[in-house]
Nanobody, 124 residues
């Protein structure tokens, strides 16, 4: 996957906002996405984006609150998180890769995380 550099994250109160960034320092990827994992929980998709057609896919739990985007160079993916809830608390990871002819949320489903994750903590 090359190197993905994740930034953003932090601690906020419920209802607050945070923005995450995932920058690829080597390759340009058509599929980029965010995943999260809370302690004792399985990995789950948060959102994915196809840089070719700008299509996006969201976990139902974040629809209407989170927005994923990718810069036009397809080097950086962003995750704008609004109206955060305590249940959004998790370590957030970025993944990227090729589509292989599939929707990006399928193509990245088992993709390894690129780089380190970032902690998002939402207090009630």
């Amino acid at each position: 996957q090359g190197q993905l550099v994740v930034s953003g994250g932090g601690s906020v109160q419920a209802g607050g906002s945070l923005k995450l960034s995932c920058k690829s320092t080597i390759y340009r990827y058509i599929c980029m996405g965010w995943f999260r994992q809370a302690p004792g929980q399985e990995r789950e998709e948060v959102a994915t984006v196809n840089g070719g057609d700008a299509s996006t896919h969201y976990n139902d739990a974040v629809k209407g609150r989170f927005t994923i985007s990718q810069d036009r160079l397809r080097s950086t993916a962003f995750l704008q998180m609004n109206a955060l809830k305590p249940e959004d608390t998790a370590m957030y990871y970025c993944a990227a890769g090729l589509s292989h002819g599939r929707p990006c949320f399928e193509a990245l489903r088992d993709a390894p995380y690129g780089g380190q994750g970032t902690q998002v903590t939402v207090s009630s």
